[in-house]
T-cell receptor
Framework: NAGVTQTPKFQVLKTGQSMTLQCAQD?????MSWYRQDPGMGLRLIHY???????DQGEVPNGYNVSRSTTEDFPLRLLSAAPSQTSVYFC?????????????FGSGTQLSVL | ELKVEQNPLFLSMQEGKNYTIYCNYS?????LYWYRQDPGKSLESLFV?????AVKQEGRLMASLDTKARLSTLHITAAVHDLSATYFC????????????FGKGTRLSVIA
């Protein structure tokens, strides 16, 4: 059972580089989201999607883009990486669009921007 | 702006003792979620509390919800080392709608 799969697990970038964090789920979930986790800050929502073709911003969207062309995939793009984007990123999905009862999290991507 | 506040943020407990983690939130949400995160790992769902007065228990953990007070508690009974983890509470960003907004987490350490 794959669940929510995130790649890569680790990544080091230089300031100004761009990259895409991949997230895929095989549970046919309508809802998908991206969070970043920083020490002492808990989890902060970056972007979310309630279905293919529908995305919306969370608390900290600046510097990130998302798209949802399929139900399964929800990639997160860093346009021009900055040291402030050094963090652990989690993708999460859940069944239902308006309200999910349980989020399933991926294993996380640890990103360092130098 | 929605605020979800947990306290304490750090908790060191002796094995066998009881303690309670508190989660206050500022919206009128009628449900609350608890998650657990082991060090270096992802998050897993513990409880979903669906209505005022809801109580759920699993093993040594019991969670309750008071929507009028906008307060949830996570009570730990007779703590054991395996409960060492970070515990997060979360509420709907807007009432009745995912996404979830998380508290900063309570890092629990159970020592012998």
């Amino acid at each position: 059972n794959a669940g929510v799969t995130q790649t890569p697990k680790f990544q080091v970038l230089k300031t100004g580089q761009s990259m895409t964090l991949q997230c895929a789920q095989d549970m046919n979930h309508e809802y998908m989201s991206w969070y970043r986790q920083d020490p002492g800050m808990g989890l902060r929502l970056i972007h979310y999607s309630v279905g293919a073709g529908i995305t919306d911003q969370g608390e900290v969207p600046n510097g990130y883009n998302v798209s949802r062309s399929t139900t399964e995939d929800f990639p997160l793009r860093l346009l021009s990486a900055a040291p402030s984007q050094t963090s652990v990123y989690f993708c999460a999905s859940g069944s239902g669009a308006k309200r999910v009862e349980k989020l399933f999290f991926g294993s996380g991507t640890q990103l360092s921007v130098l | 702006e929605l605020k979800v506040e947990q306290n304490p943020l750090f908790l060191s407990m002796q094995e066998g003792k009881n303690y309670t983690i508190y989660c206050n939130y500022s919206t009128t949400s009628d449900r609350l979620y608890w998650y657990r995160q082991d060090p270096g790992k992802s998050l897993e769902s513990l409880f979903v509390l669906l209505s005022n007065g809801a109580v759920k228990q699993e093993g040594r953990l019991m969670a309750s919800l008071d929507t009028k007070a906008r307060l949830s508690t996570l009570h730990i009974t007779a703590a054991v080392h395996d409960l060492s983890a970070t515990y997060f509470c979360a509420v709907d960003k807007t009432p009745g709608n995912t996404p979830l907004v998380f508290g900063k987490g309570t890092r629990l350490s159970v020592i012998a």
